[in-house]
């Protein structure tokens, strides 16, 4: 989830910094008093009640292994919190960040203590800016958020096209599209490395949007795979506490989309667009593909097109 408030250090007293989070919670002093006392020193001077509400809400509704939620901050930068019963493994974690184009500025653990209102747990909140151009949109964090969720579930792949989320504009789901293409085209023998296969779709998102909307106007929107069983709430989540398999690990990737299917499957959509549809994403992608200058981007984009 996208939270859209800001607030960041704050230097009101403890009793007015209680009296708003206890307006933040709908008016539950109690809640408030209790979420007080189970954090940790320094907390309220650098929490605003506002955002300390978001984090007693997802610490109290903590019933999977872990959760995000991402709030904006300043012009070009973003934070992502991560809340979890244990602590993030950051040798684990943060090549996933890094997967979608992110660079992580800051890193700030937390510890909620256990008490009336629940559990103990742990809140991680990554200071993020992207590498590619652009600013960040309230339906980025929205976007971010499901792709992360995917990858820990072990739906998705630790890879840079996830760039492409960002990037793009692209959801986890069409993410896993493009891969699938991109693997079946290194195994009809393509001479280019994955790096090399990836790179040009993030150099020209556009292309890589329009390629996805062909793929759907043929075969309709592939289905969302299911979350492998075994774990609770996050199979093949990232390693927490050394507690659970992180990324490239013991948790396994989400099945492949085979792209010569068709539509149907479970959670899949029957195309809906048309012939003419599809001659108006090829004239597009003609027009995107005559500003590409460099010819071995302009072979890897046109071998994609060519599947």
Same mark, same amino acid.
């Given at each position: ?94 090549? *996933?960040? =890094? ?7 800051? @890193?700030? $653990?937390?510890?909620? !203590?256990? #008490?009336?209102? /629940? +559990? ?93 909307? *062909?793929? =759907? ?7 969302? @795979?299911? $979350?492998?069983?075994? !774990?609770? #709430?996050?199979? /093949? +989540? ?70």
């Amino acid at each position: 989830m996208t939270d859209r408030r800001g607030p960041g250090p704050t230097d009101v007293s403890q009793g007015a910094w209680v009296d708003r989070l206890a307006e933040a919670l709908g008016g539950d002093g109690a809640a408030a008093l209790d979420f007080r006392a189970r954090v940790p020193a320094g907390y309220q001077q650098q929490v605003a009640p506002e955002l300390a509400a978001v984090d007693a809400r997802h610490v109290a509704d903590l019933d999977v292994s872990q959760r995000f939620a991402v709030r904006a901050a300043g012009s070009d930068g973003f934070r992502l919190r991560r809340y979890g019963r244990a602590p993030v493994e950051l040798s684990a974690f943060l090549p *996933l960040l =890094e997967s979608f184009g992110l660079a992580v500025v800051e @890193a700030v $653990p937390m510890t909620i !203590a256990a #008490g009336a209102g /629940g +559990a103990g747990a742990h809140i991680d909140d990554f200071g993020l800016r992207r590498l590619s151009p652009g600013p960040f949109e309230p339906a980025d964090g929205d976007r971010l958020v499901e792709a992360i969720e995917a990858v820990v579930q072990g739906r998705s792949d630790t890879d840079s096209l996830n760039r492409l989320v960002l990037a793009a504009g692209l959801d986890w789901v069409q993410v896993r599209l493009v891969r699938a293409y991109r693997r079946y085209r290194r195994q009809a023998g393509s001479p280019y490395t994955d790096e090399q296969l990836d790179d040009p779709l993030v150099a020209f998102p556009e292309v890589a949007r329009d390629l996805v909307a *062909l793929v =759907e106007a043929r075969f309709g929107r592939p289905p969302a @795979a299911e $979350p492998p069983r075994g !774990a609770e #709430g996050g199979p /093949g +989540a990232v390693t927490v506490g050394g507690s659970e398999a992180g990324p490239g690990g013991g948790g396994g990737t989400a099945p492949a989309v085979d792209p010569t299917d068709g539509p149907g499957g479970d959670g899949g959509t029957a195309p809906a667009e048309g012939p003419a549809a599809e001659a108006g994403i090829r004239a597009r992608l003609a027009n995107h593909l005559a500003e590409v200058v460099h010819l071995g981007q302009d072979q890897v984009l046109r071998s994609y097109l060519a599947l």
